[in-house]
């Protein structure tokens, strides 16, 4: 096991409630965590970096979506893996705002319903994510 390393995890939320999931690919030859596993989108923070900037340069690298500060909000802290202080945040945006996948093997709109039924197919242990995710988008 290497060195910890600090992530973020967020949680994309259309006004329709619907949430954008990510699946990652296969590694292309180099050995991944959780290959063809369905995911929140996230990354991991470089240093200096505040979590909520991290956030904002993934969704931006990943997804090509412009997000603000204020779209966002941190709803839980978790450890897991090689990661410590996996920040989760979740972001609301525009029903315009379309993103375009740039990294991973698909990306998918699914509901709340759809996530919890993933199980086994949800990478790391993001089903902890849920039930915070569940109150905060009632919030």
């Not at 959780?34 to 970096?49: A, D, I, L, V």
């Not at 904002?56 to 603000?68: G, Q, S, T, V």
């Not at 039924?117 to 039930?131: D, H, R, T, Y």
Request: net charge negative; proline share 4%.
């Amino acid at each position: 096991m290497g060195d910890k390393v600090s992530a973020v995890t967020f949680i994309i939320v259309r006004p329709d409630g619907t949430i954008l999931m990510q699946k990652r690919d296969d590694g292309r030859g180099k050995k991944i965590a959780y290959p063809n596993k369905w995911c929140f989108p996230g990354g991991t923070k470089e240093e200096r970096e505040d979590y909520i900037d991290c956030v904002i340069r993934e969704a931006e690298e990943e997804y090509n979506l412009k997000l603000k500060k204020t779209d966002c909000r941190l709803i839980h802290i978790y450890n897991h893996d090689d990661i410590e202080n996996d920040n989760v945040f979740l972001c609301r945006i525009d029903q315009n705002q379309e993103p375009a996948l740039e990294e991973g093997a698909g990306m998918k709109w699914m509901d709340i319903n759809e996530i919890e039924k993933l199980g086994s197919e949800l990478a790391w242990v993001q089903n902890e994510i849920i039930p915070r995710l569940e109150k905060s988008l009632s919030q």
